[in-house]
């Protein structure tokens, strides 16, 4: 069998000793160093690509750029026009969040950061995301913050911890961050409920909230869960390479830590993202998702993903993402496992262990759900999901993309609409709504 020179010589330990060097290598890299590269990866794309670049640049293609350049959540909202604050909330275990809120209308100004006497709606991120993820559309009627707004919502956007501080999983969100953001946000805005619009990771983090805190159900008057994340859809409906990395990780999450330490994961994405010319790295987002969850992406514009991926990375602990895969493993949504000394196998996943980590009892959520899902989503179970929570009545499917203002922007705001102006007319539960009802009106 033949071998490659040289790497099919190093050891497990010199392998992890080569990964380390590199990663340490691109986080130095000098400016000159990292223009360089730019520089010749957009010489190569533009020598090898099908496309002519030497047309003037579209009315499409000026928004994707602009939206991809801009530096932050304030930059965004100021390119379509919106006003935004800024809020600081410290956790009650010394982390400092970040909050945004936009509060007013396009064009609209503030003379106070007080309450707006206005529906307040928090929304939240999903894994190795920040709050930029909401407005880096490149059509503002598709921005869900924007839109919410215009309705006369008083939005909030939170964002999770992440510093120099990585000792943290899933649990931390749901104890401290998650209650802590809201009390922040019900104190400034002097209302006694708030609505939650949780994407991906971010609705189980208030699935595991709602379920710990029994207060804070009096305190969310509707949760909305956009592509809602609890019980991973494993491995059957992920791509043919998915089932190897989880034969790797699942038996064994702690293993993670051997790869990626125990701080950042994938910390030095943002330089790649520095080096390689936007359309190449936009092709390697694409590529990486193709072949670990078999997503096409052919839902999403190509100047969407231009603009959105500057914008979708953000860091988070490694322990995060084992606490996932220790719930891949287990097929249950529990609390992190600290039991580094178990073997599992995926046919005994208990085995070696004396005890089970706690569920979240998420069958005691009070707060009446909405879940709005795609029908292609590789990384949602929803059959066990909704086993775990309350009664629940019929299903929605819905595809995210070019029509998110057609297919789930509409639903979002009228399910606001009835809670946060009737609220207690809709039963407690989780309401799902038939997509076909609503195109036949």
């Known amino acids: ?85 800024e809020h600081v909330v410290m956790t009650k275990d010394g982390y400092v969040l970040t909050l945004h809120r936009v509060p007013e209308r396009k064009g609209q100004q503030r003379t106070c950061t007080a309450s707006t006497n206005k529906p307040v709606v928090y929304l939240h991120h999903g894994l190795l995301m920040n709050s930029e993820v909401w407005v880096c559309l490149t059509d503002e009627d598709r921005c869900l913050p924007f839109v919410l707004a215009e309705q006369g919502f008083d939005v909030w956007l939170g964002n999770n911890r992440g510093n120099n501080f990585w000792d943290y999983s899933l649990d931390d ?17 002097h209302v006694c409920s708030l609505s939650y619009v949780g994407f991906s990771q971010g609705t189980a983090q208030a699935f595991a909230a709602l379920s710990i805190h029994p207060q804070l ?18 491995p059957g409906r992920l791509s043919a390479v998915a089932p190897l990395l989880i034969s790797c990780f699942v038996p064994r999450p702690t293993s993670m830590y051997l790869f990626f330490g125990r701080r950042a994961i994938l910390s030095s994405t943002p330089t790649w993202q520095t080096i390689f010319y936007p359309p190449i790295f936009t092709q390697l987002i694409d590529t990486a998702l193709r072949f670990l969850f078999s997503w096409d992406g052919h839902n999403i514009a190509y100047t969407q993903k231009t ?21 891949m493993r287990e097929s249950v949504f529990q609390m992190y496992d600290d039991d580094v000394s178990a073997t599992a196998t995926l046919r005994s996943p208990h085995a070696g262990r004396f005890g089970r980590p706690t569920r979240f009892p998420t069958r005691n959520i009070e707060t009446p759900i909405l879940l709005l899902y795609g029908d292609d989503d590789s990384l949602v179970d929803i059959d066990a ?49 038939e997509r076909e009802d609503r195109e036949k009106q």
């Open 385 to 433: 999901m909704l086993s775990e929570l309350p009664e629940h009545t019929r299903h929605l499917d819905i595809l995210w993309g070019r029509d998110v203002h057609k297919d789930v922007i509409p639903e979002v705001v009228n399910t606001l609409r009835v809670y946060c102006e009737s609220p207690g007319t809709m039963d407690v539960g989780v309401k799902v709504f």
């Open 217 to 234: 159900n009096e305190k969310v008057n509707v949760f909305i869960g956009l592509a809602p994340a609890m019980s991973p859809g494993w």
């Open 307 to 327: 603009a959105a991926y500057a914008h979708l990375y953000s860091y988070t602990s490694v322990k995060a993402v084992v606490h996932w895969f220790q719930i």
């Open 1 to 85: 069998m033949s071998s490659l020179p040289l790497i099919s010589r190093l050891s497990f330990h010199e392998y992890l000793a080569l990964f380390v060097l590199l990663r340490s290598t691109i986080l130095l890299l000098p400016k000159p160093v990292v223009d360089w590269f730019y520089e010749r990866s957009r010489v190569i794309f533009d020598r090898f690509s099908s496309v002519t670049h030497k047309r003037d640049q579209t009315a499409e293609e000026a928004v994707s750029d602009a939206i991809r350049t801009a530096k932050d959540f304030g930059e965004l909202c100021s390119y379509y026009g919106y006003a935004y604050e």
């Open 173 to 189: 969100f749901a104890w401290r961050d998650i209650p802590d953001s809201i009390e922040y946000v019900l104190a400034r805005t």
